[in-house]
């Protein structure tokens, strides 16, 4: 899973992000700033949470259901008909029955595995919520079913090996991008990703020369430290403001991280890729904002 645990540390900015919207192309999917454009690349999402992607199996998402997810978790289905909720779950009913140390015999009549099998499962339940919470954000904090067949392909791997949700996350959060800029209601992305991601390259900095041969460092832990002067800014106009006023030269187009001479995808047929997010295909086009 990387680094993305430590983005429980990160305090949402709701500002940005609606300052962001205005300034959304999704003809494009790109972010226009007068004459500059930027998008979130594969290679950035891959540096900034150091988790499987160039090279590793590609996850595409597909429905699951809520019989898959009680059988994921060792849950008797017959126990489980007291939450008619066909597509999720709260966060409180994981907690409650893999959160504590005696979870297990406080609520054993629910599972049919052993304890044995019960204390792998809690990792696993962990992984399941941070995904969901973090990375494909419900209302009210849910815990969504559709993520149980692409949470199980990462812990069971494909072909032997660990794949990527890298495609899935960036999918999803232009899918986002677009539905609340037309109807500006929840945003089902990752939030915080495209928070820091936006923050980073406005921070102008001197670039880390050695910044994407560091696999052991955290930048999220370090993420705050760089942009410190952007979580003091409170309201969206104030962040309008700072888009309005930028120029090419104001921009970091580099993240430290950003491994720019390895590309994760690269196409001779079209100056497009699909990515594939939970709420279907969209057009991902890093040609743009190359630099």
Not at 197 to 225: D, F, V
Request: some cysteine; proline content about 5%; overall charge positive.
């Amino acid at each position: 899973m990387g680094h993305l645990p430590s983005l429980l540390s990160i305090t949402p900015k709701v500002a940005i992000i609606q300052a962001l919207l205005g300034y959304w192309d999704s003809e494009g999917s790109i972010f226009r700033f007068g004459e500059c454009e930027l998008t979130p690349t594969l290679e950035e999402i891959e540096g900034l949470l150091q988790i499987p992607g160039k090279g590793y199996p590609m996850i595409y998402p597909t429905s699951g259901t809520r019989e898959q997810f009680y059988r994921f978790l060792g849950l008797r289905q017959a126990r489980m008909n007291q939450h008619p909720d066909a597509r999720s779950c709260p966060l409180e009913f994981l907690y409650e029955r893999f959160g504590e140390r005696g979870s297990y015999e406080q609520y054993r009549i629910d599972f049919f595995i052993s304890k044995e099998q019960w204390v792998e499962k809690r990792v696993q339940a962990f992984g399941l919520a941070l995904i969901n919470l973090l990375l494909f954000p419900q209302k009210h904090g849910k815990i969504t079913f559709f993520t149980i067949n692409m949470v199980q392909s990462l812990f069971s791997g494909i072909n032997g090996m660990t794949p990527t949700l890298v495609p899935v996350i960036i999918a999803d959060i232009f899918t986002a991008a677009t539905e609340c800029q037309k109807k500006r209601g929840f945003f089902y992305g990752s939030n915080l990703i495209l928070q820091m991601w936006a923050m980073e390259h406005l921070a102008k900095r001197t670039l880390n020369p050695l910044g994407s041969c560091l696999p052991a460092e955290n930048w999220i832990e370090s993420h705050r430290e760089r942009v410190k002067k952007y979580y003091r800014i409170a309201s969206p106009s104030q962040f309008i403001q700072e888009f309005d006023n930028l120029t090419p030269e104001k921009i970091q187009w580099v993240l430290d991280w950003t491994k720019v001479r390895d590309s994760i995808f690269t196409t001779t047929q079209h100056s497009f890729i699909l990515l594939a997010g939970t709420n279907g295909l969209v057009a991902y086009v890093p040609q743009r904002v190359m630099r």
